[in-house]
């Protein structure tokens, strides 16, 4: 299939990911399976990849993540800004065995309670109540209910750096957010108004787009990712 | 059809271009179609919105640009980059019409010889030869195989800022680097060894991959964009 294979391609002339984050995706495979858990969760393996390297041309110290899984992509967040002065990774999921192994993880990797705090809870709820702070990227990846109230938190209590941005991920929902009809084969299996809803996400991008404040690119790699900055 | 209203959707969720750039979009496809050039060379609407909010995410000042042909993404890079203290664009293409076409824009906007220099002739030759300076990015956009020797060129003569980047454009070109058996329905069309051919794409990828001195990803959106930069 020459679409896998383009996938491929790009995953071995991009730079590799370091090996930790590489290995982590081994065992998180095998812990999600052994749970009962969907490893197809995780970011794939390019996106970790124009994440970190997103993350250093950006020159990020301070990364907030909403939706941690097993920890892999916030392992590669951690390997993105360590052993910078003031470096920061914020992660939040609710309680669960993947938060026991994602903690676990970042713990063994010498990241948990020194490079990285991490928040047991809902994420909304979370953005509402820890420290202020800014970040200079805040990665959204969980309930896709959530992404609107976690940005209008964001605005309201000022999380986001000056040149910070906000990833929100799976802006595209296969698709589905620009047709879901039956001519998209994903229409069929797709649940509008659940907390994994695109009609959630159509309603985010909307609010982006008509937001004065805001200026953004909807990027078509990977599941679409929705790149917000403040207006400067 | 579902990509197509991918596309669409991404647009207009994504920050309108400037008004001058997109009145230019319809303006060089006239003006291609009268000369008999392809105004599919241009890369298209959500692609220039990408390198646009990319510029000012980076809070690039100079960006120079090997391959303008009617100025399309000449244009977005200085409305990406104009306002700023230093801020140069630097567009290189042959002579031709569609460079008189470009230049004749470029002034008619107030940017030509004040915040843009064009050389007119090959762009590694106008690489090697323009005076140095360092750039925050280097978007390679001409023919295929220059872009190795352009590399080569910029790399010797240090021409890329330490935190810029080279935006290579076409580096799947149209997936045929990964795939060029006839599952791949571009390759009957395709010319490996010619000025365009993917044997050189994939080559400078590979060179890109193998160089220690370099970070990169492979981003695969649009016809994929290989973003490189030094590292740290
Ligand atoms: C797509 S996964 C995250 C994957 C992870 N970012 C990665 O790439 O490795 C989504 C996560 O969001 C979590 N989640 C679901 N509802 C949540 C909520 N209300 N608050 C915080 N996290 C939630 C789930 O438990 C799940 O681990
Ligand atoms: C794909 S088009 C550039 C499109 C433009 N960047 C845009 O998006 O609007 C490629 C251009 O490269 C130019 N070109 C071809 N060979 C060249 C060379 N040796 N040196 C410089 N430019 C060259 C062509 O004349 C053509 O205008």
């Given at each position: ?61 301070k990364v907030l993540e909403v939706?941690t ?5 916030a392992?590669?967040w951690a ?9 920061k990774l914020v992660c939040c ?22 490079l990285v705090t991490f928040f047991?809870?809902?994420g909304?709820?979370t953005l509402?109540?820890l420290p202020?702070d800014?970040f200079?990227i805040i990665f ?19 999380l ?73």
């Amino acid at each position: 299939h020459v679409t896998e294979a383009v996938h491929e391609y790009s995953i071995a002339h991009s730079t590799p990911l370091p090996e930790v984050v590489e290995q982590h995706r081994a065992r998180s495979i095998d812990f999600a399976n052994r749970v009962g858990m969907d490893p197809g969760m995780m970011v794939n393996t390019l996106q970790a990849q124009f994440m970190l390297f997103l993350a250093k041309l950006i020159g990020a110290k301070k990364v907030l993540e909403v939706g941690t899984f097993t920890g892999y992509s916030a392992l590669a967040w951690a390997e993105a800004i360590k052993g910078q002065e003031g470096a920061k990774l914020v992660c939040c999921d609710i309680p669960g065995p993947h938060t026991e192994f994602a903690k676990a993880t970042l713990l063994e990797a010498g990241f948990l309670n020194k490079l990285v705090t991490f928040f047991e809870g809902d994420g909304v709820e979370t953005l509402q109540s820890l420290p202020v702070d800014q970040f200079d990227i805040i990665f959204l990846d969980a309930n896709k209910d959530g992404y609107l109230p976690a940005l209008k938190t964001i605005l309201s209590r000022n999380l986001l750096s000056a040149r910070g941005i906000v990833v929100a991920d799976n802006a595209l929902k296969q698709g589905l957010v620009a047709d879901a009809t039956d001519k998209n084969p994903h229409a069929a299996n797709s649940n509008p108004g659940g907390v994994m809803g695109y009609e959630h996400i159509d309603e985010f991008n909307k609010f982006v787009r008509d937001n004065e404040q805001l200026e953004q690119v909807l990027l078509p790699a990977f599941d679409g990712l929705n790149i917000i900055r403040l207006k400067q």
